[in-house]
């Protein structure tokens, strides 16, 4: 079963918990997430003019179009004002800006029609976050910049969330990662030939959840849930935001969702900031996260 909460009223704290169960959250527009909204909707229409953003790739060749998403993205990434809008969002929704910490927001595309899906618009296979080196206590937030349908959004896999998956995630040291791969994204058109944590058995897909916020309307979920890109078949590229945190008492207590086949090594510790200042977590906080996850549980029928 898997709950999903609607313009919730719960606390951060209950709401963490709910989410560490494996439960889902949808929130309507906050005032901040319309302006981080509105601030990646001109930058893309900036970079694509005189083109609609979501109908420019009818329009340009693919390398053009990769050209262009490769100086768009680090520009909205390291944008100043998404690290007032990301703090102020989290505010609205009633987390504690002293103890709450937030990476950079990325802006994600996948285009329509397998025009590109690789690299700088990589459509994600089904993942865990917590393959790629995340903690078990991170969440995830995700907000779509122009209206969503059932046909470009992402999917939710809940048959997993207490399934485990034989899966690659031993191979991925999220380190070793931003040394090398990361920073080829661009030059990834046609195939993506690095080496992504991805399942070797097959996954049992469906049931299916795809939720459908309003623009700048924002799903929040566990870095533990099993989630995909839905292939776009839309005719529309489809851009979204999406950023992650991680609660100070939960890094400290080791809380978070259970670990059910994440063999990854590293952490992405070192990459949150806090809201109220911007400071990294404090060492003494994140060293028990340096070897990787916690032994994963598994329990196979
Ligand atoms: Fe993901």
């Given at each position: 079963m898997t709950t999903v909460h609607y313009d919730s009223a719960l606390s951060d704290a209950e709401r963490r918990a709910c989410l560490y169960a494996g439960d889902l959250f949808v929130y309507g527009p906050t005032a901040s997430s319309r302006k981080l909204v509105e601030l990646g909707r001109e930058m893309v229409a900036q970079a694509f003019a005189p083109l609609d953003p979501e109908h420019a790739q009818f329009d340009l060749p693919v390398e053009r179009y990769a050209e262009i998403l490769a100086a768009l993205k680090p520009a909205f990434i390291h944008h100043p004002l998404c690290k007032e809008l990301l703090p102020g969002m989290l505010g609205e929704l009633g987390c504690d800006l002293e103890r709450t910490y937030f990476d950079v927001p990325r802006m994600r595309t996948a285009t329509s029609d397998e025009y590109l899906s690789t690299g700088i618009a990589y459509a994600f296979h089904p993942h865990r976050d917590t393959w790629y080196s995340a903690p078990f206590c991170q969440l995830n937030w995700w907000i779509p910049m122009f209206a969503l349908s059932a046909q470009n959004c992402m999917a939710f896999h809940?048959?997993?969330?207490?399934a485990p998956l034989r899966n690659t995630s031993a191979e991925y040291n999220y380190q070793e990662w931003n040394r090398t791969a990361r920073f080829a994204a661009a030059a990834?058109?046609?195939?993506?030939?690095r080496r992504q944590p991805r399942a070797t058995e097959p996954v049992r897909a469906d049931p299916q959840i795809r939720l459908l916020p309003p623009v700048g309307g924002i799903i929040v979920f566990s870095a533990a849930q099993l989630h995909s890109t839905v292939p776009n078949t839309s005719g529309r590229t489809r851009y979204s935001i999406d950023f992650r945190t991680v609660q100070l008492d939960d890094v400290v207590g080791q809380a978070g969702a259970p670990n059910i086949d994440s063999y990854c090594?590293?952490?992405?510790?070192?990459?949150y900031l806090r809201c109220s200042d911007l400071q990294h977590l404090p060492r003494e906080a994140s060293a028990a996260y340096e070897s990787g996850p916690p032994q994963a549980v598994v329990s196979r029928a």
């Open positions: 809940p048959h997993h969330w207490s990834q058109i046609g195939a993506d030939t090594t590293g952490t992405t510790m070192g990459d």
